[in-house]
């Protein structure tokens, strides 16, 4: 028997007949090849390429990491959060889906969708809010709940909007103008908090009358399509009569104006030549009214049919007219 197989006592261990050697000395070993081992699983870590890692040192800020692979102090005493920069993120209002994966209620869908408008109306307004993170650093450190805070002030801030227009307007003409103001509002809120979020577009989906009012909703409706059909019939009415009527009096003035016209004028000419003759008169009587005898019988001869000439000196003119019974009587 050689010296190797000797054993020293205190190496075995007896357990009834059983001998087996004793293991205790190899636990420290066990250990520290435990910790050696999480400590390089700690050591390395990688950064996604959409991604932007942010190192806290005993939980306070230490930097920022970029994509890619990279080493840190292990046990705890570094952390990075990787956090997405380029992906667009989503938020859904007014919606059961949204609701089952963020984990909210169906009690509080109804009370995120209904809103009072400006005419104390009650509408079901489902939205979107879509959202890029531009500050990893205030989104891990200014704020809690990111996402909680971008869907408190969206509700906010759509719930004013809602309430600044009429039912009418929120339904139809003024929809992007409430996107446009809800994501200008929305983001100086957001950067008010330090929130480092970056709001993309904010856009109405579906808004609605809740369902209780929606029968009476869709008669008032009808009703005012109808009302603005009569309007819109009349409007017809009147650009086809009014302008036809305008043009017709415009006429009859302007005919108006140019029969006054020349009736002045002529009253004008008329006085003007009886002055003229009136003052030739004067001068020469004798010769003017030879000359008014003149002109009236040039006037006045073209127009007789039947003209006869007379002596002065003729007594009886009777015989000269041929008067008998088929041009003078019975």
């Given at each position: 028997?050689?010296?190797?197989?000797?054993?020293?006592?205190?190496?075995?261990?007896?357990?009834?007949?059983?001998?087996?050697?004793?293991?205790?000395?190899?636990v420290?070993?066990?250990v520290?090849?435990?910790?050696?081992?999480?400590?390089?699983?700690?050591?390395?870590y990688?950064?996604?390429?959409?991604?932007?890692?942010?190192?806290?040192?005993?939980?306070k800020?230490?930097?920022?990491?970029?994509?890619?692979?990279h080493?840190?102090?292990?046990?705890?005493?570094?952390?990075?959060?990787?956090?997405?920069?380029?992906?667009i993120?989503?938020?859904?209002f007014?919606?059961?889906?949204?609701?089952t994966?963020s984990?909210?209620?169906?009690?509080?869908?109804?009370?995120?969708?209904?809103m009072?408008?400006?005419?104390?109306?009650?509408?079901?307004?489902?939205?979107?809010v879509?959202?890029k993170?531009?500050?990893?650093?205030?989104?891990i450190?200014?704020?809690?709940?990111?996402?909680?805070?971008?869907?408190?002030?969206?509700?906010?801030?759509?719930r004013?909007?809602?309430?600044?227009?009429?039912?009418?307007?929120?339904?139809?003409?003024?929809?992007e103008?409430?996107?446009?103001?809800?994501?200008?509002?929305?983001?100086?809120i957001?950067?008010?908090?330090?929130?480092?979020v970056?709001?993309?577009?904010?856009?109405?989906?579906?808004v609605?009358?809740?369902?209780k009012?929606?029968?009476?909703f869709?008669?008032?409706?009808e009703?005012?399509?109808?009302?603005?059909?009569?309007?819109?019939?009349?409007?017809?009415?009147?650009?086809?009569?009014?302008p036809?009527?305008?043009?017709?009096?415009?006429?009859?003035?302007?005919?108006?104006?140019?029969y006054?016209?020349?009736?002045?004028?002529?009253?004008?000419?008329?006085a003007?030549?009886f002055?003229?003759?009136?003052?030739?008169?004067?001068?020469?009587?004798?010769?003017?009214?030879?000359?008014?005898?003149?002109e009236?019988?040039?006037?006045?001869?073209?127009?007789?049919?039947?003209?006869?000439?007379?002596?002065p000196?003729?007594?009886?003119?009777?015989?000269?007219?041929?008067?008998?019974?088929?041009?003078?009587?019975k």
């Amino acid at each position: 028997m050689s010296w190797r197989d000797v054993r020293r006592p205190e190496d075995i261990i007896d357990i009834g007949k059983e001998k087996i050697p004793n293991v205790g000395k190899w636990v420290p070993l066990a250990v520290l090849g435990f910790f050696v081992l999480l400590g390089l699983k700690g050591l390395i870590y990688s950064i996604g390429p959409d991604e932007v890692g942010v190192i806290q040192r005993f939980g306070k800020y230490a930097g920022l990491s970029s994509p890619g692979l990279h080493t840190k102090i292990p046990f705890g005493i570094d952390k990075v959060t990787p956090i997405k920069t380029e992906k667009i993120f989503k938020e859904e209002f007014g919606s059961s889906s949204a609701r089952t994966v963020s984990g909210y209620s169906s009690g509080h869908y109804s009370e995120e969708s209904l809103m009072l408008t400006g005419d104390l109306n009650i509408l079901d307004v489902r939205w979107i809010v879509q959202f890029k993170v531009k500050d990893p650093v205030n989104l891990i450190f200014a704020v809690r709940n990111p996402r909680d805070n971008i869907r408190d002030v969206s509700e906010v801030v759509m719930r004013r909007l809602v309430g600044d227009y009429s039912v009418d307007e929120v339904l139809t003409t003024e929809r992007e103008e409430i996107d446009h103001l809800a994501q200008q509002e929305m983001q100086e809120i957001l950067d008010a908090y330090q929130t480092g979020v970056h709001i993309i577009t904010v856009k109405l989906l579906d808004v609605n009358p809740p369902e209780k009012v929606k029968p009476a909703f869709n008669e008032v409706n009808e009703a005012k399509q109808e009302k603005e059909k009569m309007i819109n019939q009349a409007w017809e009415t009147y650009n086809k009569v009014i302008p036809k009527a305008r043009g017709e009096a415009e006429k009859t003035i302007r005919e108006a104006e140019g029969y006054g016209l020349d009736k002045v004028n002529r009253a004008n000419g008329e006085a003007e030549r009886f002055l003229v003759t009136f003052n030739a008169y004067k001068k020469s009587p004798e010769i003017t009214q030879k000359r008014m005898y003149l002109e009236t019988l040039m006037e006045t001869l073209p127009k007789v049919k039947e003209k006869y000439i007379v002596d002065p000196r003729q007594s009886a003119i009777l015989p000269l007219l041929n008067i008998d019974g088929k041009k003078g009587g019975k």
